[in-house]
């Protein structure tokens, strides 16, 4: 059976969401068509809200909600990991502190814990995005391996080929670790 994690920020209502933005950046976001459709698009059509409704046509999911520490101990671990491999490599000091890869740490404890209460894998995202372009050497060693297989099962056909490269990347994505979850998420643009 697959499942899915999903990460959402604390007091993930989405009254209790807008509330935390500031009068001003809330009129900002109204005057700017583009900001105003990604809040829309992030407070109407983030999983928390349509899950439940559609839980009996989905997949099996945990919700992991994010303190505002964890929220900042990953942010700063993600611009840090941005700035490492990004095109402006930069030698700016690390924005990660002791704090923060603590914090990180008990993160990972936790996710680990959810993911094996479903067995020992899952595919994880936050409430609205999935590190679907995250592209780690474990995901690609994975990939390769399981398209290897899907490659020799299929009939020699293009539609063939197609669907034994889109199996494998839905299996590449299978995380077993809440390290694994971290090193998704850090290294996704999304």
């Given at each position: 059976?697959?499942?899915?994690?999903?990460?959402?920020?604390?007091?993930?209502?989405?009254?209790?969401?807008?509330?935390?933005?500031?009068?001003?950046?809330?009129?900002?976001?109204?005057?700017?068509?583009?900001?105003?459709?990604?809040?829309?698009?992030?407070?109407?059509?983030?999983?928390?809200?349509?899950?439940?409704?559609?839980?009996?046509?989905?997949?099996?999911?945990?919700?992991?909600?994010?303190s505002e520490a964890e929220i900042g101990a990953l942010y700063a671990a993600c611009v840090d990991d941005?700035?490492?491999?990004?095109?402006?490599?930069?030698?700016?000091?690390?924005?990660?502190?002791?704090?923060?890869?603590?914090?990180?740490?008990?993160?990972?404890?936790?996710?680990?814990?959810?993911?094996?209460?479903?067995?020992?894998?899952?595919?994880?995202?936050?409430?609205?995005?999935?590190p679907k372009d995250a592209v780690t050497d474990k995901v690609n060693d994975r990939m390769r391996s399981?398209?290897?297989?899907?490659?020799?099962?299929?009939?020699?056909?293009?539609?063939?080929?197609?669907?034994?490269?889109?199996?494998?990347?839905?299996?590449?994505?299978?995380?077993?670790?809440?390290?694994?979850?971290?090193?998704?998420?850090?290294?996704?643009?999304?």
């Amino acid at each position: 059976e697959e499942s899915n994690i999903i990460v959402t920020m604390e007091g993930s209502s989405k009254e209790e969401d807008r509330k935390k933005i500031p009068e001003a950046t809330q009129k900002k976001i109204e005057d700017n068509k583009f900001f105003y459709t990604r809040a829309k698009y992030v407070f109407d059509y983030a999983m928390q809200e349509w899950y439940q409704p559609l839980e009996h046509a989905t997949l099996k999911t945990d919700f992991l909600r994010l303190s505002e520490a964890e929220i900042g101990a990953l942010y700063a671990a993600c611009v840090d990991d941005l700035y490492k491999k990004g095109p402006k490599k930069s030698e700016r000091p690390p924005r990660t502190t002791e704090e923060h890869l603590q914090t990180l740490k008990e993160l990972e404890g936790r996710i680990d814990e959810a993911i094996k209460n479903f067995g020992g894998e899952a595919f994880a995202k936050l409430s609205t995005r999935s590190p679907k372009d995250a592209v780690t050497d474990k995901v690609n060693d994975r990939m390769r391996s399981i398209l290897e297989k899907e490659l020799e099962q299929c009939d020699g056909s293009d539609n063939g080929a197609t669907c034994a490269f889109v199996q494998a990347a839905r299996r590449a994505f299978r995380i077993t670790s809440g390290a694994e979850v971290l090193e998704l998420f850090c290294s996704s643009s999304r």
